[in-house]
């Protein structure tokens, strides 16, 4: 059975309780396992296909990948309120500071989400949500239960693109597995992992220790999804930084070029 690797890294909110450390959990048992991260020469060559497949990803899938490919998709108008590729925020990114940060309470009262699946969805789209929702409550405590009347929700919506804002936002918030999007559960579950406060991997504090950004590879203008956010927005909750994240960007992320724009800087785990 694939488990899927959770990222650790989440907007001012702590909910390390909630999250295991211990060698007895499957996720630091797969993290365990995974102990070879290769070395890329970035400058001198396009990456391999095998390289693709082995940094950022997961035992899922690669759910980063098939969210950049479902979001080229989306309209201009959409497209303007996202922001790392499929945060949604309430602002216009091309008239604000790019490198705006999200800085408010975000955190979910008892680790408890507050989910509506719409009611478009097909049967087999609702499986898979489901699917996703239970292979989260596997790996942490935080527990996504059934809207029944609460202000804060998470409404799952099958609009153009897959987006979720980060945090509880108040109200209802759309989090949106449209398209291809909820074929793939990883893709749902980064999704998820998103709506409860969790950030992409690589905008961790300490990121630059472990992966190098090639600037000169990023499509110009799009510098600003790959911000690393400081120790006052996030907290990666003292945990080791996951090269195999659900969470974490693949190495040719808006790229120009087709050449790497982000590539770890270590041969494997510490």
Known sequence: MKIASVILTIVLVSYSSCIPLSRDNPIDLINAKLNKVPNFEVNSKLPTPLELSIFGTNQEEDSME?????????????EHYLIEGDIKVDYNVSQVAQNAVRNRNVRWPGGVVPYFIDRSFDAGARQRILAAIN?????TCIRFTPWNGQRDYVHIVPRQGCFSAVGRRGGRQELSVGGTCNFHRGTIMHELMHAVGFQHEQTRTDRDQFVTVYYQNIQSGLEYNFVRYNQDTIDHLQTR?????????????????????IVPRQAGFP
């Open 66 to 78: 098939y969210i950049f490919k479902e979001n080229k998709k989306i309209d201009s108008g959409v």
């Open 241 to 261: 930084y996951d090269y195999y994240s659900i969470m974490h960007y693949p190495m040719n992320a808006f790229s120009r070029n087709g050449r790497p724009t």
């Open 135 to 139: 292979r989260y409550h596997q790996t």
